[in-house]
């Protein structure tokens, strides 16, 4: 069975190893996201810097805390297993605040997923 692997990261310094590790892992097709919670958006809005009428790009300006998703789709229980335990000790624990969520979904169809893993290796051999 396949599964998808959503992971929200906290801390944008930590995305790049955790990335390194899934990839080590032979994830294919890991897919990378600019994302905001809207907890974050909410306390971002209460701001003395913007108008009293923010527009949505006055809301979500340079001072916004961003996260970033990462998603694949892996077939198999132990491959889903191997990824929680390699991000977690990247991580820590994600059930403590401010590290990150990770959550899996079953998949039941995939089309296509056997080609992103033959492009990315052939990504890998491009200079």
Same mark, same amino acid.
């Given at each position: 069975?396949?599964?998808?692997?959503?992971?929200?990261?906290?801390?944008?310094?930590?995305?790049?190893?955790?990335?390194? @590790?899934?990839? @080590?892992?032979?994830?294919?097709?890991?897919?990378?996201?600019?994302?905001?919670?809207?907890?974050?958006?909410?306390?971002?809005?209460?701001?003395?810097?913007?108008?009293?009428?923010?527009?949505?790009?006055?809301? /979500?300006?340079?001072?916004?805390?961003?996260?970033?998703?990462? /998603?694949? %789709? %892996?077939?198999?229980?132990?491959?889903?297993?191997?990824?929680?335990?390699?991000?977690?000790?990247?991580?820590?624990?994600?059930? *403590?605040?401010?590290?990150?969520?990770? /959550?899996?979904?079953?998949?039941?169809?995939? %089309?296509?997923?056997?080609?992103?893993?033959?492009? @990315?290796?052939?990504? *890998?051999?491009?200079?």
């Amino acid at each position: 069975m396949h599964y998808m692997v959503l992971l929200i990261i906290d801390d944008l310094k930590s995305y790049p190893a955790v990335l390194d @590790a899934w990839d @080590a892992a032979k994830v294919p097709g890991i897919t990378i996201l600019d994302s905001t919670g809207m907890g974050k958006v909410r306390q971002e809005s209460i701001r003395d810097d913007i108008p009293m009428m923010p527009s949505l790009s006055d809301i /979500f300006r340079s001072r916004e805390r961003r996260h970033r998703t990462i /998603f694949s %789709v %892996v077939e198999g229980e132990e491959k889903v297993d191997q990824l929680v335990k390699i991000t977690q000790e990247i991580l820590g624990d994600l059930n *403590k605040p401010d590290t990150g969520v990770l /959550f899996v979904l079953p998949v039941s169809r995939v %089309v296509g997923l056997h080609g992103a893993a033959k492009r @990315a290796q052939g990504a *890998k051999r491009s200079p």
